[in-house]
């Protein structure tokens, strides 16, 4: 069986090499985007210029791909795959692609227009030189904020994460933020193309891993702002994958403490 992380059509007409060795790369994954994904891509460009933008597109029927394989701009590169298996799936094949081609920072960002690209100069701020190595976009740090949300999706979300902190021994506030910049070099160091979450357990996982590695973990606030397009990814399978995971990554935490 295929592994659920290997790019699917990698053509080279859809992904154009990139300098290699410099510069940020965005990662956005998508499925039926059409609707907002060129919004996305401008003002990421807009926010900040140089950084160039990977699209991992999983079959999209609407056309998604196309629209992006259309931009003139020679930092946006479109990455097909064959099937929709998954948020960490997509992100594993997008580091790949961006591994092999030297980039130094990796932005993983959504396409529905939910996390603001004008705080993208902040997150590649905090993962400069001599700054840390992750970067969150935080809802759940002063300053921070969700917008157009109703109650119970945020209550859903803070008892989450807090369940997270506590089971886990984060000293992280948002966990499952979506919104993240990374030194490059970490993911290579908690072998990001080993991991097998495939929904925003993804999330919970690296920065697990990030903080059990040592790396230095820091949270940017940002306003959350429920899309305005399309619909959401997140459902019921999603948040129990997610709750099954940490359970037993902490139930194997506490095997490894006790005497």
Not at 32 to 54: K, N
Not at 130 to 146: F, H, W
Not at 176 to 200: E, K, M, P
Not at 245 to 256: C, E, P, Q, Y
Request: glycine share 12%; with cysteine; proline share 6%.
């Amino acid at each position: 069986m295929k592994d659920a992380g290997d790019p699917v059509g990698d053509r080279p007409q859809d992904a154009p090499s990139a300098p290699v060795g410099t510069g940020a790369l965005v990662v956005v994954p998508t499925y039926e985007e059409a609707a907002s994904i060129g919004v996305l891509i401008d003002g990421v460009l807009a926010a900040a210029p140089g950084v160039h933008v990977l699209v991992v597109d999983d079959g999209s029927p609407d056309g998604t791909a196309d629209l992006v394989a259309a931009r003139p701009e020679p930092g946006v590169h479109l990455l097909r795959r064959g099937s929709k298996d998954g948020l960490g799936a997509a992100y594993r094949a997008g580091f790949a692609w961006a591994r092999g081609r030297g980039y130094d920072v990796l932005v993983e960002m959504d396409a529905d227009l939910s996390h603001p690209a004008e705080r993208l100069p902040a997150l590649l701020a905090a993962v400069g030189p001599g700054g840390a190595d992750l970067a969150l976009g935080s809802r759940y740090v002063a300053g921070g904020a969700t917008a157009g949300w109703p109650r119970r999706r945020r209550l859903l979300s803070r008892g989450g994460n807090a369940y997270i902190r506590v089971a886990l021994r984060l000293g992280v506030r948002d966990a499952t933020a979506g919104f993240r910049a990374f030194r490059a070099r970490l993911l290579d160091r908690i072998h990001v193309q080993g991991l097998r979450s495939t929904g925003y357990c993804f999330q919970v996982e690296t920065t697990l891993r990030a903080v059990r590695h040592g790396a230095r973990v820091v949270e940017v606030p940002i306003t959350f702002v429920e899309r305005a397009s399309g619909r959401s990814k997140m459902g019921p399978g999603i948040v129990a994958e997610a709750m099954a995971r940490v359970t037993w990554w902490a139930l194997l935490d506490l095997r490894r403490r006790l005497p």
